[in-house]
């Protein structure tokens, strides 16, 4: 049984559909990556699973229960934490403050959490008391991550992680999400950086314009020649 299914579901925005039929599946422990271009709803697609958003038609499934339309609150309390595009981490907080609001679902193990969130991403912990508006992107983003990881997730859902960041700082993130991944958290990622998304993913799915295209395991869908054209450069 797969940890995540989305089977076969449609989202609209008011009465604009931007995704049809849309199905996928995430097991226990694996990355999956979510790979397109902007625009063609990959956010949409997290958001249908984060809560954010309601499907009209079709389920999706965490654990095997329905949670499609559940509040937010409720799907982070089952287990699944989502890192946003964009960030948004409160800029005029501390470092310290931004992580433990990850925690409000359950604060008895913050403490403990937040020692495995330093381990991943030591500068944290050296800049724990400055407010988060004196970090550098690519540590707002490894913020927002951590936050994430603050509710102890068993599925983490990650939007566009290295989005706006310059090389040397989007092979830190990848990094991150490998050594999130090797230590037990199963994660959904969204990229429209598709080398480094099928560099650590186990499998993937391709998604244009509101439908799933391809789907495959990562060297499978590296060496399609779809994907070179369309994302690679080739």
């Known amino acids: 049984m797969a940890l995540l299914e ?10 604009v559909q931007v995704l049809w039929d849309v199905s996928l599946s995430v097991d226990r422990g694996e990355t999956v990556a979510l790979l397109g271009a902007n625009g063609a709803g990959k ?3 997290l958001k249908s ?9 079709g389920e999706v499934r965490y ?6 339309g559940m ?6 309390e089952k287990g699944i934490a989502h890192v946003p595009e964009g960030r948004e981490i409160f800029t005029e907080s501390s470092i310290r403050e931004n992580l433990e609001l990850g925690a409000y679902v359950d604060r008895s193990g913050m403490e403990d959490q937040l020692a495995e969130v330093y381990k991943i991403f030591p500068r944290l912990e050296e800049r724990a008391d400055q407010r988060a508006e004196t970090l550098s992107g690519g540590e707002q983003q490894m913020l927002a991550i951590g936050r994430g990881l603050m509710s102890d997730p068993d599925l983490l859902l990650l939007d566009e992680a290295s989005l706006g960041l310059a090389p040397v700082l989007v092979d830190d ?3 991150a999400i490998e050594r999130i991944n090797k230590q037990g958290t199963t994660v959904l990622l969204v990229e429209q950086d598709i080398y480094n998304a099928l560099r650590v993913a186990d499998r993937g799915y391709v998604i244009q314009t509101g439908e799933m295209t391809l789907s495959g395991t990562a ?7 779809r994907v070179k054209e369309s994302y690679l450069g080739a």
């Not at 989305?6 to 008011?14: M, R």
């Open 43 to 45: 956010t949409t697609t």
């Open 173 to 175: 993130v990848f990094e």
């Open 71 to 76: 509040p937010f609150e409720e799907v982070v």
């Open 49 to 57: 699973i984060c809560g954010d958003l309601t499907p009209t038609a």
């Open 63 to 68: 654990k095997d229960e329905n949670i499609g």
């Open 6 to 15: 989305v089977d076969s579901i449609d989202v609209s925005y008011g009465n």
């Open 219 to 225: 060297e499978e869908l590296a060496a399609d020649e």
